[in-house]
T-cell receptor, first 115, second 110 residues
Framework: EPEVTQTPSHQVTQMGQEVILRCVPI?????FYWYRQILGQKVEFLVS????????KSEIFDDQFSVERPDGSNFTLKIRSTKLEDSAMYFC?????????????FGSGTRLTVV | DAKTTQPNSMESNEEEPVHLPCNHS???????IHWYRQLPSQGPEYVIH???SNVNNRMASLAIAEDRKSSTLILHRATLRDAAVYYC???????????FGTGTRLTIIP
């Protein structure tokens, strides 16, 4: 069964450093998402991306965050200057079409630890 | 986003059916009912979704009340691998994002 692949599985970074989280969505999917889950809390929507642009973003997704699909296969989330509160699991998801009979496919996540 | 209400936790014996309830009394006519689950240390996983009619797939069945104010996810024969947090989510057709609640933590007793 096709998978969404995320790398790395775990990233430790110092506060103030930039990080890039990488995702390879399913190849024929058109819609891409980032979610995060702080330890013990709910899964939260960050951003959706379609046709090479952001279609929706949450309040969490401020100027420190950016997304890119640089080469037609990878989908990246960049955090420009990490803060301690950015420590969380980050999940990438993709969707084939926004139609009634499809579900989202999530990756296994990247655990980001900011120290 | 319309809200759903689920029990915080449930337990079930292995190899028995499990019925996970969800209340969504403020559901609108265009809201689809989605179920996802999250196994320990994994990302959410799509289980099933429906609009008005009951739905079956290889993972589960979804029973939707006639007034659509509640639904039940049915796992026909629980295994230890089904231990997870199950989320019931309402999403309008064409609305791309999912709004997760706290879900139901399902424990399977061997």
């Amino acid at each position: 069964e096709p998978e969404v692949t995320q790398t790395p599985s775990h990233q430790v970074t110092q506060m103030g450093q930039e990080v890039i989280l990488r995702c390879v969505p399913i190849s024929n999917h058109l819609y891409f998402y980032w979610y995060r889950q702080i330890l013990g809390q709910k899964v939260e929507f960050l951003v959706s991306f379609y046709n090479n642009e952001i279609s929706e973003k949450s309040e969490i997704f401020d100027d420190q965050f950016s997304v890119e699909r640089p080469d037609g296969s990878n989908f990246t989330l960049k955090i420009r200057s990490t803060k301690l509160e950015d420590s969380a699991m980050y999940f990438c998801a993709s969707l084939k079409e926004v139609k009634a009979n499809y579900g989202y496919t999530f990756g296994s996540g990247t655990r980001l630890t900011v120290v | 986003d319309a809200k759903t209400t689920q029990p915080n936790s449930m337990e079930s014996n292995e190899e028995e059916p499990v019925h996970l309830p969800c209340n969504h009394s403020t559901i609108s006519g265009t809201d689809y009912i989605h179920w996802y689950r999250q196994l320990p240390s994994q990302g959410p996983e799509y289980v099933i979704h429906g609009l008005t009619s009951n739905v079956n797939n290889r993972m589960a069945s979804l029973a939707i009340a006639e007034d659509r104010k509640s639904s039940t996810l049915i796992l026909h024969r629980a295994t230890l691998r089904d231990a997870a947090v199950y989320y019931c989510i309402l999403s309008q057709f064409g609305n791309e994002k999912l709004t997760f609640g706290t879900g139901t933590r399902l424990t399977i007793i061997p």
